[in-house]
């Protein structure tokens, strides 16, 4: 099963990008699935339904969020009658809709689970060292011959303990959120695929996807501003991924950097 998973989609500029370069993204690896971090799609807070719909039209078939997850109401009135769209799993459970799923493709049954790390995070997740392995379990319990984690946090310490945490119990662990492509890719000791970080879809010309006048601007006065988003050029940021289906571990993973240099 060949899978792509792109990263945190920043603004106009990252889905625009997005939308024009995937075909030919997909059709180059052949890809049978490909797995999107939407949560900074909305004006880079959050997703809305709306653009949802505009990812799945665009060739993505699963969407994962992070810390932006709740930022939108109109995505969390939305989020129950969205299954492919995909909170934190470890959210504190009662919340509207779900933290992994499972997809038919063309080479198999592919299970995704969205998890978010708690150092240096906002809110009050619980523990992913203890959710995430039954989870996979029960992801593997209902047919996933592959499994995919997103691992949503800022310290690289909890994505790399997360790695080392699943390694033979899912196909891979790739971490978001800090929208810059980390040089980590391996194969851990028991097959599980490992990235720190995918990195961005967004502007490549300003500060993690927004204007970069604006940010030095926030970062010298240290006044509140927008940090509107930033322009083109922009880059695709993730991982290509080919899992062997029939024992679940991970033959290769190769990151993926696309220049869009027009919308």
Same mark, same amino acid.
């Given at each position: 099963?060949?899978?792509?998973?792109?990263?945190?989609?920043?603004?106009?500029?990252?889905?625009?990008?997005?939308?024009? *370069?995937?075909?030919?993204?997909?059709?180059?690896?052949?890809?049978?699935?490909?797995?999107?971090?939407?949560?900074?799609?909305?004006?880079? /807070?959050?997703?809305?339904? /709306?653009?949802?719909?505009?990812?799945?039209?665009?060739?993505?078939? &699963?969407?994962?969020?992070?810390?932006?997850?709740?930022?939108?109401? #109109?995505?969390?009135?939305?989020?129950?009658?969205?299954? /492919?769209?995909?909170?934190?799993?470890?959210?504190?459970?009662?919340? %509207?809709?779900?933290?992994?799923? +499972? +997809?038919?493709? %063309?080479?198999?049954?592919? =299970?995704?689970?969205?998890?978010?790390?708690?150092?240096?995070?906002? =809110?009050?997740?619980?523990?992913?060292?203890?959710?995430?392995?039954? *989870?996979?379990?029960?992801?593997?319990?209902?047919?996933?011959?592959?499994?995919?984690?997103?691992?949503?946090?800022?310290?690289?310490? #909890?994505?790399?303990?997360?790695?080392?945490?699943?390694?033979?119990?899912?196909?891979?662990?790739?971490?978001?959120?800090?929208?810059?492509?980390?040089?980590? #890719?391996?194969?851990? %000791?028991?097959?599980?695929?490992?990235?720190?970080?995918?990195?961005?879809?967004?502007?490549?010309?300003?500060?993690?996807?927004?204007?970069?006048?604006?940010?030095?601007?926030?970062?010298?006065?240290?006044?509140?501003?927008?940090?509107?988003? =930033?322009?083109?050029?922009?880059?695709?940021?993730?991982?290509?991924?080919? &899992?062997?289906?029939?024992?679940?571990?991970? /033959?290769?993973?190769?990151?993926?950097?696309?220049?869009?240099?027009?919308?």
């Amino acid at each position: 099963m060949i899978v792509i998973f792109l990263g945190d989609v920043v603004g106009e500029t990252g889905r625009k990008a997005l939308y024009k *370069e995937l075909p030919a993204i997909r059709s180059e690896y052949g890809a049978d699935a490909v797995v999107v971090n939407g949560e900074n799609a909305a004006a880079g /807070r959050g997703i809305i339904p /709306r653009l949802a719909q505009e990812f799945f039209a665009a060739g993505v078939d &699963i969407i994962t969020l992070g810390d932006h997850a709740w930022d939108q109401n #109109e995505m969390i009135e939305a989020l129950d009658t969205h299954p /492919r769209v995909l909170r934190p799993h470890n959210h504190q459970s009662g919340l %509207p809709g779900v933290g992994s799923c +499972i +997809i038919d493709t %063309p080479a198999g049954k592919l =299970g995704v689970l969205c998890l978010i790390g708690r150092t240096f995070m906002p =809110g009050k997740a619980e523990n992913p060292f203890l959710h995430a392995p039954a *989870e996979a379990a029960r992801l593997r319990e209902a047919g996933a011959n592959a499994i995919l984690v997103d691992m949503h946090a800022e310290a690289t310490s #909890e994505k790399i303990s997360m790695g080392y945490h699943l390694d033979g119990q899912v196909s891979a662990v790739i971490g978001t959120h800090t929208h810059v492509q980390t040089a980590d #890719e391996q194969i851990l %000791p028991g097959g599980t695929a490992y990235l720190t970080d995918a990195g961005m879809c967004g502007s490549s010309c300003g500060v993690i996807g927004r204007d970069k006048e604006a940010v030095l601007k926030a970062q010298i006065t240290t006044l509140p501003c927008k940090l509107p988003i =930033g322009g083109f050029p922009a880059t695709i940021s993730g991982v290509v991924l080919d &899992i062997d289906t029939e024992i679940g571990i991970t /033959r290769s993973i190769k990151r993926l950097n696309i220049p869009c240099n027009e919308p």
